[in-house]
T-cell receptor
Framework: NAGVTQTPKFQVLKTGQSMTLQCAQDMNHNSMYWYRQDPGMGLRLIYYSASEGTTDKGEVPNGYNVSRLNKREFSLRLESAAPSQTSVYFC???????????FGPGTRLLVL | GNSVTQMEGPVTLSEEAFLTINCTYTATGYPSLFWYVQYPGEGLQLLLKATKADDKGSNKGFEATYRKETTSFHLEKGSVQVSDSAVYFCALREETSGSRLTFGEGTQLTVNP
């Protein structure tokens, strides 16, 4: 039982490049989330998926797209990276009963 | 909208000292409250939770009581260890906002031997 896994762990991009961050969970959770973490700002929700086949915008969705590929996988895509997207990205999934979210180890993204 | 305000850090303590990290919240309904901990280079881990007023969440020697009258959920530990050094996040989830969590900014704790 690996919980929530994310790839890659670290990535450097040039402005304008695109990339997809991958996330998978093996806990059979319905809901999944993408957050970004910036110094002094806590975690901010980018997008979430309440169930397979649905996605919704969070606080800071601009510049991102998501795909809920199946129940296990939820990917985050940057179509044209900008320096303002330099951040640490966390994926999470939610246990329906307790409401608690379980987080992956994060992806550190640097956009030059 | 919902919001969570945490005590500003960083907090530096000596081993075996008493810890309090303050957390207050604003919500329109009756939220569930959580404390998460983030160790260096890792993702967030659920530390404890409380789902209704006067509930006390506890785990690994940490405790927090859901106080509706003061809209607070302060984190406490009687005797901290060096291994408790981490960033602590308070968060809330309100039923009316679905399953979304609102986080505080985090409080960095450093415990010195």
């Amino acid at each position: 039982n690996a919980g929530v896994t994310q790839t890659p762990k670290f990535q450097v991009l040039k402005t304008g490049q695109s990339m997809t961050l991958q996330c998978a969970q093996d806990m059979n959770h319905n809901s999944m989330y993408w957050y970004r973490q910036d110094p002094g700002m806590g975690l901010r929700l980018i997008y979430y998926s309440a169930s397979e086949g649905t996605t919704d915008k969070g606080e800071v969705p601009n510049g991102y797209n998501v795909s809920r590929l199946n129940k296990r996988e939820f990917s985050l895509r940057l179509e044209s990276a900008a320096p303002s997207q330099t951040s640490v990205y966390f994926c999470a999934s939610r246990h329906r009963g307790s409401g608690a979210q379980y987080f992956g180890p994060g992806t550190r993204l640097l956009v030059l | 909208g919902n919001s969570v305000t945490q005590m500003e850090g960083p907090v530096t303590l000596s081993e075996e000292a008493f810890l309090t990290i303050n957390c207050t919240y604003t919500a329109t309904g009756y939220p569930s409250l959580f404390w998460y901990v983030q160790y260096p280079g890792e993702g967030l881990q659920l530390l404890l939770k409380a789902t209704k007023a006067d509930d006390k969440g506890s785990n690994k020697g940490f405790e927090a009581t859901y106080r509706k009258e003061t809209t607070s959920f302060h984190l406490e530990k009687g005797s901290v260890q060096v291994s408790d050094s981490a960033v602590y996040f308070c968060a809330l989830r309100e039923e009316t906002s679905g399953s979304r969590l609102t986080f505080g900014e985090g409080t960095q704790l450093t415990v010195n031997p």
